[in-house]
């Protein structure tokens, strides 16, 4: 890798130079005094490419978003300007001397990102605010091409996934530690239990969806091999600590997640077949249809809030839909998706609008105590109506592409990895389980336009299509 990336340096040089002194020049001068260590970040990323690349694992829960501190843009430091870097180098050394590997370009996954990419630029062409579809655009470029298409260069070796799935581990679980430091400064109480975790995560839901999200990475890691006593002790200690965290994060959406992965796990390890699963969901769908009044009917009595303790309590606040102010503004936000949609139902508002539009189509009956006028609050609170709205019916289409792709391919692995292959194949289990807390977490928040999910659910994605090529070349 090293003689590919020299071989991009004029490129690169160019690029990085004119994008820092572009950025100092519209920020602030004083900014120059960072400039020895923006050159030396420039040499390790050109001479130990790989090193710098693994280096996201790690620095990925620990960082933190600039905006919490300038009221200006947002950006995540360090990583995101890690990734704009690595964008450009690694471009530049593959149309300088290609290295990667031709077959990645068979993956459905990669088919489904691309189609992806090209619904936002062209929803981006037609959006309603150009400037910020674009940076939207270009947000994802910087997560998907080094992460997912070059990270599958990187993660040719056992040891670099492994690496990469160790560090990510262990620096979510210092980010734990720091919460749960802070949290107990306020007796573990639920109001704080919302912020404690800043500035490293803005609210307990993103904390919560990460906190859930390697759960079962750290629990694949324990079962996928025998380990010496000292390792051992460290895993579970790693364990305990998610856990701890994932209780504390009053995170509903979490632990319900993580129930959904279990379920999800147990379809994937005894092979149940798809049309047993499509008639219970058929079934399960007459059952609502018929008894949908005296569904309602339970659903007005449930007056379980969000705010109690009680961790069962607090997963039947999770369908209070008649006083729990945080269920009702979902809908709220949901109702305005499907409004925008329906305005402009071919395009959409453009990628990353929502927050821009939704606002005149807050219904008064749908406004609750934490509702704008404004609608300065935020997102959709859903990949999938995000998509909907800002991107038109193409773009719900493209994103549910990517999830059925991902499932696809790392469902179609685990059956194919010979059993004989036991650390691959719970390893595999771990990242299906991760990936479903996130896609079922997108139906009721999006955070892939954050480094905090967009990096691991990526990175797993880059290691599925390695391992799927690996595997099939020893299968030939």
Same mark, same amino acid.
């Given at each position: 890798m090293r003689s590919i990336a020299s071989a991009a340096i004029p490129y690169f040089l160019a690029s990085a130079l004119a994008a820092l002194f572009g950025v100092l020049i519209w920020q602030d001068t004083a900014l120059l005094t960072l400039f020895p260590l923006g050159l030396l970040l420039v040499y390790f990323a050109i001479y130990q490419t790989e090193k710098v690349f693994i280096s996201l694992a790690f620095l990925t829960p620990l960082s933190v978003n600039i905006e919490e501190f300038t009221q200006s843009f947002g950006l995540f430091i360090p990583t995101e300007p890690l990734l704009f870097g690595l964008m450009l180098l690694l471009v530049a050394a593959e149309i300088k001397t290609p290295f990667l590997n031709k077959e990645i370009w068979k993956s459905p996954i990669i088919h489904a990102v691309l189609f992806y990419l090209v619904v936002v630029t062209i929803t981006a062409i037609t959006s309603s605010?150009?400037? %910020?579809? !674009?940076?939207?655009?270009?947000?994802?470029l910087w997560f998907i091409i080094p992460v997912l298409i070059f990270g599958t260069h990187f993660f040719q070796k056992e040891k670099s996934r492994m690496q990469f799935l160790w560090l990510f581990v262990i620096a979510t679980c210092i980010a734990i530690l720091y919460t749960l430091a802070h949290h107990s400064m306020y007796g573990f109480g639920e109001k704080e239990g919302h912020w404690v975790m800043w500035p490293l995560f803005k609210d307990h839901t993103i904390y919560g969806a990460i906190v859930a999200l390697i759960l079962p990475i750290v629990v694949a890691l324990y079962f996928s091999e025998k380990h010496s006593p000292l390792t051992q002790a460290i895993l579970i200690t790693l364990i305990t @600590?998610?856990? @701890?965290?994932?209780?504390y994060s009053y995170t509903r959406a979490a632990w319900l997640s993580i129930i959904c992965?279990?379920? %999800?796990?147990?379809?994937v390890y005894y092979r149940i077949n798809f049309k047993i699963l499509a008639g219970i969901g058929v079934i399960a769908l007459i059952v609502v249809f018929f008894k949908w009044d005296q569904i309602q009917m339970e659903l007005g009595r449930n007056k379980y809030e969000h705010t109690t303790e009680s961790f069962d309590e607090r997963l039947q606040s999770a369908t209070? %839909?008649?006083? *729990?102010?945080?269920?009702l503004e979902r809908i709220n936000r949901w109702s305005c998706a499907i409004a925008m949609f329906e305005q402009r139902p071919i395009f959409g508002y453009g990628p990353g609008t929502y927050a821009f539009e939704y606002a005149p189509f807050q219904e008064p009956e749908n406004l609750t105590i934490i509702s704008t006028n404004f609608g300065d609050?935020?997102?959709?609170?859903?990949e999938y109506l995000a998509a909907l709205s800002e991107m038109g019916v193409m773009g719900l289409v493209s994103f549910i592409g990517i999830v059925v792709? @991902? !499932? !696809?391919?790392? @469902?179609t692995l685990y059956n194919k990895l010979p059993l004989s292959e036991t650390k691959n194949r719970v390893l595999v289990m771990g990242m299906i389980a991760a990936t479903t807390t996130y896609f079922v977490h997108a139906f009721l928040n999006? !955070?892939? *336009?954050? *480094?905090k999910a967009a990096v691991p659910i990526w990175a797993m994605c880059a290691m599925v299509i390695v391992m799927g090529m690996q595997n099939k070349k020893v299968a030939n």
């Open positions: 605010h150009p400037m %910020v579809s !674009f940076k939207f655009l270009l947000a994802r @600590i998610v856990l @701890i965290g994932l209780y992965a279990a379920m %999800v796990c147990l379809v209070n %839909v008649t006083t *729990d102010a945080s269920n609050m935020g997102n959709a609170h859903s792709a @991902i !499932f !696809f391919s790392m @469902i999006n !955070f892939l *336009d954050t *480094d």
